[in-house]
Structure formats: structure tokens, C-alpha cells
């Protein structure tokens, strides 16, 4: 197996489990969010947490993202026939890689894709619907007292 076809094998796994792993941390704010939903008083700490999990998941998407970018280039180089020289990820990367402040602004683009935000804000959203649920009844049984 030539070096660039082992580099894209390699590459691919890992971006597959970069996937898997986008996933589970979705079903862990699933969990939080639901804990959050059962127990009123955790709620915004439940909000809190899968506020965060979704950021942790844009930080992952960005860096699959570079292994996408990265495997293209090599899918493109295979089928012209092109000379790439293989094992460059992180040089290649390096060479264009954006300031602070372009990676944060390359997380929050990330952190904003439809298929990363959806289920974070159905889950918040859900989430603080039914605390404001919660403490109107409250109010209501309490308030009138």
C-alpha cells in the first residue's frame, strides 16, 4: 500500500471515530438535558453542562473538519496522479493554521452548523421550558398561600 493510501485509511478511521464521538457526547446532553427536565433544581446547571458539551462538540467537528480537508487533498492527488508527499497533516496545517481568534471564530462557525446546534437547542430550550413550567406552578401553589 502506497504512503498517501495508508495516510487516507488512517485518517478516515479517525475521522469516523471523531463522529462516533460527536455522538455520544449528543447522547450525554440528551441524559444531562433529561436530568435537568426531572429535577427542576439542576436545571440550570443541566443547561449549563450541555451548553458546554456543545462547544466541546464544535471543537471536535473543526478538528475532523482538518482531517476532511486533509483527506480530500490526498483522495485528489490518488486520482490525478499528482505528487503529494504523505504524513504532512499537521504541517500542512501549521502552514495555514488562523490566529487565536480565527480559531475561535472557526469553533463557533462549527458550533453553528445544523447538524452540531440543532439537538443543543432543543435540548436547551426544552430544557428551561420546563423550569419556567416548574416555577409558574410554584408560584401558583405557593404564591397564592
Known amino acids: ?10 485518517l478516515q478511521n479517525q475521522h469516523e471515530q471523531l463522529e462516533r464521538s460527536g455522538l455520544w457526547i449528543k447522547l450525554l446532553a440528551f441524559v444531562i ?3 435537568g427536565i426531572a429535577v427542576p433544581f439542576v436545571a440550570w446547571g443541566a443547561v449549563l453542562l450541555v451548553a458546554g458539551l456543545w462547544l466541546q462538540e464544535a471543537i471536535y467537528k ?3 473538519n482538518r482531517l476532511g480537508e486533509r ?3 490526498i483522495e485528489q492527488a490518488i486520482s490525478s496522479g499528482n505528487e503529494l508527499t504523505p504524513f504532512q497533516l ?12 480565527g480559531l475561535f471564530l472557526e469553533y463557533f462557525k462549527n458550533s453553528l452548523r445544523p447538524t452540531v446546534a440543532f439537538p443543543y437547542v432543543f435540548l436547551i430550550a426544552t430544557t428551561l421550558i420546563f423550569l ?4 409558574s406552578t410554584f408560584a401558583q401553589a405557593f404564591g397564592a398561600a
Do not use: C, K
Not at 90 to 101: D, I, L, M, Y
Open 1 to 10: 500500500m502506497s504512503d498517501l493510501r495508508q495516510e487516507w485509511t488512517i
Open 33 to 35: 438535558a433529561l436530568v
Open 62 to 64: 473543526t478538528f475532523q
Open 71 to 73: 483527506l480530500l487533498t
Open 90 to 101: 499537521h504541517s500542512a496545517w501549521e502552514a495555514q493554521r488562523p490566529g487565536v481568534v
Open 132 to 135: 419556567n413550567f416548574y416555577q
